[in-house]
C-alpha cells in the first residue's frame, strides 16, 4: 500500500492505493543503479482503470505504508 501526501484521489476520497509494484532501473553517473520509472500497476480486468507511471519527481511525499506477502488458506 503507497500513501502519497501530495496527491489525492477525489473518487476514493483517499491518499492511498494498492497496487502491484513494478521499476525500470539504471544506473547513475555514481555508478549506483537508481530508479528510472516506477510503475504502480492494477490486478484489474477493468479497462477503466490504467497504471500510474511516477518518475522520480513524483515520489517526493510517497512512503510505503504495507505489503503483501502471501494469502493463508486453511484447507481443513
Known amino acids: 500500500m503507497i500513501e502519497n501526501y501530495g496527491k489525492h ?10 497496487k502491484t509494484y513494478a521499476s525500470e532501473k ?8 537508481e530508479h528510472s520509472v516506477i510503475l504502480l ?9 490504467k497504471d500510474i ?6 515520489c517526493e511525499g510517497m512512503r510505503v505504508v504495507g505489503e503483501f506477502v502471501t494469502v493463508l488458506i486453511d484447507l481443513h
Open 9 to 18: 484521489d477525489e473518487e476514493y476520497n483517499s491518499s492511498f492505493t494498492i
Open 26 to 33: 539504471r544506473i547513475s553517473d555514481t555508478g549506483e543503479w
Open 41 to 49: 500497476k492494477l490486478n484489474s480486468t477493468d479497462p477503466q482503470f
Open 53 to 58: 507511471v511516477l518518475h522520480e519527481e513524483d
